[in-house]
């Protein structure tokens, strides 16, 4: 289920354990994300334990469902080669398809939601491209609205907590793009910004912040 989920080759090299009840449990040690063979670093991810919280109903079909991960001590390391080709890419959400369209026509919102209600991580030491970042924990979850793709989390960094909204719009036929609308508290008044996707790409091609 993870690795459909993110569409990376998760492999788990720890203890799993059950925690049956309402809300059944499965917490994964060691969980690891090979690189690319050419990458310098082995792995693209790493954590030292993952708590999956699963549908109950869920495990009675044929496939369960994640509602909600919690990652401890996480590492990232993403490159990039001469190439232009990165270490690793995930695949959130296959493109979202829409009944009664054709498949020219571009769907409502650049990826489909994936069902995952939220996910949280403590202690994430991440390396892109060769800059360092560390951030005590970072959490987002799923807001269901009716006609945008919301999500709402907070950053953690140095005993300050950040909060911030993502929200996607539907594909805007006129402009040919997909419209990001992202809010970030610093303290202070909120840093908006407006973000347009390509409808193609998804590649942003256009900023107001």
């Given at each position: 289920?993870l ?22 449990q499965?917490?994964?040690?060691r ?16 954590a030292?334990?993952?708590d ?19 990652i401890y001590?996480a590492?990232i390391?993403v490159e ?11 695949n ?40 360092q ?5 970072v ?5 269901p ?21 993502v ?18 508290a ?6 908006i910004?407006n ?15």
């Open positions: 289920v690795q459909d989920a993110t569409g990376l080759p998760v492999e788990i090299d720890g203890a799993v354990s059950w925690k049956l009840s309402l809300r059944p499965i917490e994964l040690n969980v690891r994300v090979p690189n690319a063979d050419w990458a310098h670093h082995e792995n693209a991810f790493s030292e334990k993952i999956v919280t699963l549908d109950l109903i869920s495990l009675f079909r044929d496939r369960p469902t994640i509602q909600n991960i919690k001590d590492n390391c990039q080669n001469a190439g232009g080709e990165f270490s690793v890419v995930p959130i959400g296959d493109v979202a398809t829409d009944a009664g369209k054709s498949v020219d026509t571009p769907a409502d919102f650049p990826f489909a939601a994936s069902g995952l209600g939220g996910l949280e991580i403590q202690n994430l030491s991440a390396d892109f491209l060769g800059t970042y560390d951030i005590d924990g959490q987002i979850r799923y807001m609205r009716e006609d945008t793709l919301e999500y709402s989390g907070w950053l953690r960094n140095d005993g300050d907590v950040f909060p911030f909204i929200s996607f719009s539907k594909y805007n036929a006129e402009r040919k793009v997909y419209p990001v609308r992202i809010a970030f610093t303290g202070g008044d909120a840093l910004a973000v347009a996707l390509e409808g193609t790409s998804k590649a942003p091609i256009d900023f107001i912040i």
